[in-house]
């Protein structure tokens, strides 16, 4: 099953459980489950954005991209980020005017009814997908796993909230979870944004491949060859790879050529979906930029 598969099954997800929560406000009149059925909201929007990021992002390269479009993923992260914080906001200032002056709920056993249900579509799906995510490294399909995963953690406290409210009478419960489901949904928010922006800023790739790739280099490091100036970064499920390989002078071109084929081979081979660019140099020879202080 595709990224972008698990995406569109998000969006018809998103659509049953702002079905299912909204009745749950509207037979309830319980401000927390008012929140649930807002960030459910923000669900779906972050959804059908990430499927068009995804779109985008497995465009081939062209004349004006000529590296691909792989980044675009990134601006889902960000853009869900951003989602997550204002549906937060909003939560918060919808509980506290009701921690202000709280008000009855009732039909709870329902409005528990619908948010349990709609809280285990949800978390399958949330599971799933952050299993997908993994396995390609794709961001735009770990933030919509997130936020689900966010989703379920607010179902939760709103449930245990409302069976709160049923055995003591504490009206002041609902916006009080309310308020922490705010919370939550911020600190989310706040990671995704972080995540995006990582990502934009081409950071280096992680301790893991970092040190599969090293382990690739040493099956080939010996006396006449030597690898230098590695440098990594990430674009959404893309990573690259760029490094100097030097070797005896007097090699022939197709014998140098061979061998870094080899290499590069071996890189593929220890990091899935590896770009590696390798240059080749003498060695005792160093470019300009490397002479540089």
Excluded at 80 to 103: F, K, S
Excluded at 148 to 175: E, H, K, N, Q, R
Excluded at 188 to 193: F, I, K, T
Excluded at 257 to 277: F, H, K
């Amino acid at each position: 099953m595709q990224a972008s598969s698990y995406l569109k099954l998000s969006v018809l997800v998103a659509l049953l459980t702002i079905a299912m929560k909204t009745a749950a406000w509207w037979w309830t009149g319980s401000v927390s489950l008012a929140a649930d059925a807002l960030e459910s909201l923000v669900n779906l929007a972050g959804a059908v954005f990430a499927l068009a990021m995804l779109t985008l992002a497995s465009k081939p390269p062209d004349d004006n991209h000529p590296f691909g479009h792989h980044k675009a993923e990134y601006f889902s992260g960000g853009f869900e980020g951003v989602l997550i914080m204002l549906a937060g906001l909003g939560i918060a200032w919808g509980a506290g005017h009701r921690l202000l002056a709280p008000q009855p709920v009732g039909g709870l056993d329902i409005g528990i009814a619908l948010t349990v249900l709609s809280s285990a579509l949800n978390g399958g799906l949330a599971w799933a997908m952050l299993r997908k995510a993994r396995e390609l490294g794709s961001v735009a399909l770990e933030a919509d796993a997130r936020h689900l995963i966010t989703d379920v953690w607010t179902s939760a406290g709103v449930v245990a909230a409302l069976i709160g409210v049923m055995l003591t009478g504490w009206l002041w419960l609902d916006p009080l979870v309310a308020l922490a489901v705010a919370l939550n949904v911020l600190r989310e928010g706040v990671h995704l944004v972080r995540r995006a922006t990582s990502g934009l800023m081409d950071e280096a790739l992680d301790a893991e491949s970092l040190a599969a790739i090293d382990a690739a280099l040493a099956s080939f490091r010996q006396r006449t060859i030597r690898f230098d100036h590695l440098a990594s970064r990430s674009a959404g499920q893309r990573r690259f790879v760029d490094l100097h390989m030097h070797m005896p002078a007097d090699w022939s071109l197709g014998r140098a050529a061979t061998v870094r084929d080899e290499v590069e081979q071996a890189l593929m081979n220890a990091v899935p979906g590896l770009r590696a660019t390798i240059q080749l140099l003498p060695l005792g020879v160093e470019t300009r930029q490397e002479q540089q202080p």
